[in-house]
């Protein structure tokens, strides 16, 4: 059969094949376009604007690191730069698949330049030059020629990287060098090999990763924190703000081998009542009536989405146990509480009884009418606390990226007597003031409120609303800065087109301040290793803006600390406190290191050595002091608690472990150091 008929063969097959798939994708563009106009807080017209903007989105989406496509191929999709908006008037998708194809074809390409490596002797005298450009984006490659020098001298830094990674003894990896590159060159480009695969098999497809990332690039042309979801996104996200989901009650990681490994096994689940199946199983593929997902050369991201499929309640995991032998085990789904969304209160014992409570999230029960969450779970655990006679409370919002803006109001009004907690601004320009419309407080003793720059969005609600009444101590850093408020809604009410978290309307302090783009602002800052990271809302580029309403609400706040006393307090004690400055070492290693890491030197050993030594052994001397244990910290369990574990060892075991990391942390050390320093100030003006 001449190439020119197989030719046509495989087009014919493969054109009504996109002809359906466009169909689909069409449908969900237009539904996407429309429900934007129709729900989203400020919506934006669609024009050349918007073309420009999303284009760019897309191309970042689909090739992050500018290491796939040639500038060539940027120079022949810059066509549709000015035209996206009016594909999307039109109703008009096949431009999509232009990006499919050549995005797979640039794919085929490298993995054909990684595979050739493999007989190619490296050279390693300092012929080749490496660059370092810290946060600066690369360009893309002006041919494959470039690409596959970059290639080329990507592995051999890898190579020589892992092996100072593996022995920090130089004169060890001299004398080994031939040995250690012959074991670990095959071993790299094969990683590499790896996440390309995953790269292809994406949301179940290349096709279905282009497409879903095109709807999401015009999402964020929106703001940062709208997105598409397919039906497993949407799952695994509810998942994650869920006191109780349907689950198998397994927790996977990817090893350094490539391998998806059972990493956990959730106490009460169906996996946990199955002897068959144990923490250190390989997962080597996951096999329903429908389909089989082979777990080689896929991604976490990918078992995750497989196990959370609504479609599929019973699995076979086909398993490689430790000794080789190959097992399938069949579960079934069943409902399982949550471990990460879980409330313990702690008692800490340092001179004053104070007590501790970390919350993870704000999450929620999506299954029940009355949506009782971590609200109601703090109320239980605050009840076991004060039946200990604690005289202050830290509540731990560290990392805390939010969750149910309910759940975030109803924890707020067991602290205040009455009065508004928030505003909320619809995109029709309306607002609703969020309130608590009854008398007294669950708890009326200090409180001291620990946040850092990952703690968003439902945990800045209340950090703010407990600042606004001078309910409590806001200590750390300044949060992630979103005052913004999303909803999962279907692309359509009536087709499986999927879903979009998306932002329907913005909440403003009760002062009529918001801090959307430049969270809240502590009481009394710590020091920080995430500093100048970046990662706040406000560096995004389609961030909402900050502003203020008009409307101020009358509400009675308690009387002011002095403020100014506590912080010079404070301030001593962090001085004075070795692990407190080497963490403001460490930020300053990383951000030197990584982010402003612009360099160039000849690609040899002894370059690559000193290069990466140099900031290991920095790293090494300041974890070495964040590594002491010792803060003074005597963190307990309550009496109710404790009896609960006598009688599980293995949950006891678990708790022993959280204790023990409580009492190493400088953070709570210091944040129960200032809820003291309150009280004295206190009981002194009483």
């Not at 039109?90 to 797979?104: A, P």
């Not at 879903?212 to 497993?232: C, G, I, K, R, T």
């Not at 309910?471 to 999962?488: D, E, M, Y």
């Not at 010079?568 to 692990?579: F, G, M, T």
């Amino acid at each position: 059969m001449s190439k020119i008929l197989l030719f046509i063969i495989s087009l014919a097959f493969a054109m009504p094949l996109f002809a359906q798939n466009d169909a689909v994708f069409c449908e969900q563009v237009q539904a996407l376009h429309h429900l934007v106009q129709r729900e989203h807080f400020v919506p934006k017209a669609l024009d050349d604007s918007l073309s420009t903007h999303v284009f760019d989105l897309f191309i970042a989406e689909i090739d992050t690191d500018n290491r796939l496509f040639l500038k060539s191929d940027i120079n022949l999709f810059s066509k549709d730069k000015l035209l996206l908006d009016d594909y999307i008037a039109s109703n008009s998708c096949s431009f999509i698949n232009k990006y499919i194809t050549k995005l797979n074809t640039r794919i085929e390409d490298t993995k054909s330049i990684l595979s050739a490596l493999r007989a190619i002797d490296f050279d390693y005298s300092g012929k080749d030059t490496l660059r370092f450009k810290g946060r600066e984006k690369f360009s893309n490659f002006n041919s494959k020629e470039d690409l596959k020098r970059y290639w080329s001298k990507r592995i051999r830094y890898d190579i020589i990287y892992t092996m100072i990674e593996n022995d920090s003894v130089y004169e060890h990896i001299e004398q080994n060098f031939k040995s250690l590159e012959h074991d670990l060159k095959d071993k790299i480009i094969s990683q590499e090999l790896c996440k390309l695969e995953e790269l292809q098999h994406k949301k179940g497809s290349l096709e279905n990763f282009v497409q879903e990332s095109f709807l999401n690039a015009y999402l964020l042309y929106h703001d940062p924190n709208s997105s598409y979801f397919n039906a497993s996104d949407k799952n695994v996200y509810e998942n994650r703000l869920s006191n109780n989901q349907l689950s198998y009650g397994i927790v996977t990681v990817k090893n350094d081998d490539g391998a998806i490994v059972i990493a956990h096994i959730v106490p009460g689940s169906a996996a946990f009542k199955n002897a068959n199946i144990e923490e250190n199983d390989i997962i080597s593929a996951l096999i329903s009536e429908e389909k089989t997902l082979e777990a080689y050369c896929v991604s976490n991201d990918d078992i995750l989405a497989f196990t959370n499929d609504d479609q599929i309640n019973t699995l076979t995991f086909r398993l490689k146990k430790p000794g080789g032998i190959i097992k399938d085990v069949t579960l079934t789904k069943e409902e399982t509480k949550s471990e990460e969304n879980t409330i313990t209160g702690y008692i800490l014992n340092s001179g004053i009884k104070t007590g501790y409570i970390h919350i993870s999230s704000f999450y929620t029960d999506f299954e029940s009418s009355n949506g009782l969450g971590v609200a109601n779970d703090v109320a239980k655990e605050l009840y076991k606390l004060q039946k200990e006679d604690i005289e202050g409370l830290v509540i731990d919002l560290r990392f805390n990226g939010g969750g149910s803006m309910k759940e975030a109001a109803d924890l707020s009004r067991m602290f205040i007597n009455r009065g508004p907690l928030s505003i909320l601004k619809y995109n029709n320009g309306d607002t609703y003031t969020i309130k608590d419309m009854n008398r007294g407080s669950l708890f009326t003793k200090p409180i001291v409120v620990l946040i850092n720059n990952f703690s968003a969005s439902a945990s800045e609600f209340f950090a703010a609303a407990m600042q606004d009444y001078n309910r409590a101590i806001i200590i750390g850093s300044t949060t992630h800065g979103k005052a913004s408020a999303q909803v999962i809604l279907p692309l359509d009410a009536k087709k499986d087109l999927g879903f979009t978290k998306i932002t329907v309307e913005k909440f403003y302090r009760i002062t009529g301040k918001s801090h959307q783009s430049q969270g809240v602002i502590p009481d009394i800052v710590l020091p920080n290793m995430y500093d100048n990271f970046e990662t706040e809302e406000r560096f995004s580029p389609f961030a909402l803006q900050n502003d203020r309403i008009p409307e101020t609400m009358r509400y009675s706040k308690l009387k002011d600390m002095d403020f100014e006393k506590l912080r010079k307090k404070s301030k001593l004690r962090i001085q004075n406190n070795e692990r407190f400055k080497a963490v403001t070492h460490l930020n300053e290693l990383i951000i030197d290191n990584y982010f402003k890491h612009y360099t160039a030197y000849p690609l040899t050993l002894e370059n690559v050595y000193n290069d990466v030594q140099s900031y290991h052994d920095k790293w090494q001397e300041l974890d070495t002091i964040m590594s002491d244990q010792n803060t003074g910290l005597n963190a307990i369990n309550s009496a109710a608690t404790q009896h609960v574990l006598s009688y599980d060892p293995e949950q006891s075991a678990i708790n022993d472990e959280l204790l023990k990391n409580i009492n190493s942390d400088i953070y709570i050390r210091e944040a129960n150091a200032i809820l003291k320093d309150a009280l004295r100030q206190l009981n002194s003006s009483n």
